[in-house]
Structures are given as C-alpha cells and as structure tokens.
C-alpha cells in the first residue's frame, strides 16, 4: 500500500507539473497532418476547447489512479492502470497542442486533480462495480464532449481533430471495458450530478 500511495503521490505530480510523456505517437504524427496557419480567433476558440480536453485527461489520471488505489482486485487494478497509461497519451498530446497554440493549461488543474481522485476513491471504497461504474457513465459523457468538440473546432484545424478523433475511440474503447468488467448502473441523481459537474468544469476551464 505504501508503495501505491508514493506511485499515487509521483502521478499526481507529474500530471500537475505537466512532466507525463506519451508511450504513442501524436495522432498528428501518424497522420502526417500539417500546421495550418489559424486567425486570432480560430486560435483562441481552438486553445479553450483543448485546455478543456487537457483538464479531462488531468480528471481521467486522477480517477483512475485513485480507483487503481481503492481496489483489492489485482486485475482489476491493473485494468485501471492500462487505461491511465492511454489517458497519459491523451495529456501529453493536449498539452503539446496547447504549447503548439500558444496557449496555457488551466489555472484550476488542482482543483481539477483533487476533485477527480475523491470522487475515484469514494466510488472505489463503495465497491468494485461501483467504481466501474462510475469509469462507464465518465467515458459515455466525455465520448459525447468529445465528438461535440470536432464539430466546434474550426474547420483548418486538422491537427487538434486529430487528436480529439483517437481519444474519442480510446474513451469508447475504456467505457466498453469497464462495462464487460461488471459495472454497475450508476442511479439517475448521480449522473445528472456527474453532467452538472462537469458543465461546470468545461465552461471554466475553457476561460481558465
């Protein structure tokens, strides 16, 4: 368990001082897309919706990490531990995006972090099911925000629709997992709090 809660501890860090490296290429890589010159205001629109991606993946390293932490199922942490590994990829990719911008990572990230590892240890001490539960009903909702963010983002901006484009298949591809791997449904009240909450955090981060 001390070994966990350093590794814990190492995560929360790196992912806050934006020290986490992705193990895959850059979907901009792989689909050799081109820099493509935005105006003013195709930039900033651009950079608000990739910082909201950016702090969906610091609430995804948090959650499952702090999930991989509460379980006592070795497979099941270890499913856990695969997903964050993606969800890595997908943080380092939007932070290079927000770099390539010119833009900064939200001022909250903290906040953000925080929040995300509560709620990922309180699911994860209710039951396994639960807190894959909570995995399935996060993916469905960031699926959804995800392919709303390739219809917002401007049209010469094939770089970031890159990106958002493998980390809407990665989240589909998590969610259908935590699904087979015996989630529970989450009551009515708990996903309409989780929607809340997270319109809460998109309209902020994409400000700050």
Known sequence: MLDRLLVAADNALRTLAGANHASRPSPTQQLDVELTELDEHER????????????????????????????????????????????????????????????????????????????GLLAGRVSDAVSLGFVVETERQVERHLEGHLSALPSADARSQAIVRQMKDDEARHGASAQQAGAATLPAPVRWAMRAAAKVMTTTAYRL
């Open 44 to 119: 900033r629109h651009a950079a608000g919706l990739m910082r909201v991606n950016h702090v969906g993946e610091v609430c995804a390293q948090a959650l499952y990490h702090a999930q991989s932490l509460s379980t006592r199922d070795p497979q099941l942490r270890r499913h856990f531990e695969a997903a964050a590994r993606d969800e890595t990829d997908h943080l380092a990719w939007t932070r290079q995006r927000l770099d390539e911008l010119g833009a900064s990572t939200s001022l909250l990230n903290p906040l953000w972090y925080a929040g995300a590892f509560g709620i």
